[in-house]
């Protein structure tokens, strides 16, 4: 047993296990609503229906339920993810301006994470009004 030498074993690409890695549409839903509230100009995501429900939602004490996903889908397919939102912009800020920024955000985010982005596809839903002074 003296003549025995303790050998550390490396591990190298080549001795790695095989498999496959798949990033769920949630996820992308998630770095896509993180990115697109990154820009400015963007007020909030989502169409009035589901803008409502969260208000509600709000109301009740329940304000972080379905907030993370709000206003996106995604679907992601072969390392490549299509992205659907749906923005409110704030009143004053050009439209063509404010998506551009947001396709721009979250490309970079759902690429950041190993993804292609093949499309970033916006729908601009509402413009948010300053509320007057009080």
């Known amino acids: 047993m003296a003549d025995e030498a303790t050998q ?7 001795a790695m296990a095989g498999g496959t890695t798949h990033v769920s549409d949630e996820v992308v839903e998630k770095i896509a609503v993180a990115a697109a509230k990154s820009v400015p100009g963007v007020a909030e995501l989502g169409g009035d229906v589901a803008r409502f429900f969260n208000a509600v939602l709000d109301r009740v004490g329940l304000d ?3 907030d993370a996903r709000r206003g996106c889908s995604a679907h992601v397919s ?4 299509v992205v659907n939102l749906v923005l409110v ?3 004053g800020h050009p439209v063509p301006q404010v998506t551009d920024a947001v396709r721009v955000a979250v490309t970079a985010a759902v690429e950041a994470y190993g993804l292609r982005a093949d499309e970033i596809n916006i729908r601009v839903d ?3 009004m300053e509320a007057p002074p009080a």
């Open 126 to 128: 509402d413009v948010a």
């Open 89 to 91: 912009i704030a009143a």
């Open 8 to 14: 550390e074993l490396s591990v190298t690409p080549a």
């Open 78 to 81: 072969n390392g490549a993810a």
């Open 64 to 66: 972080q339920v379905g």
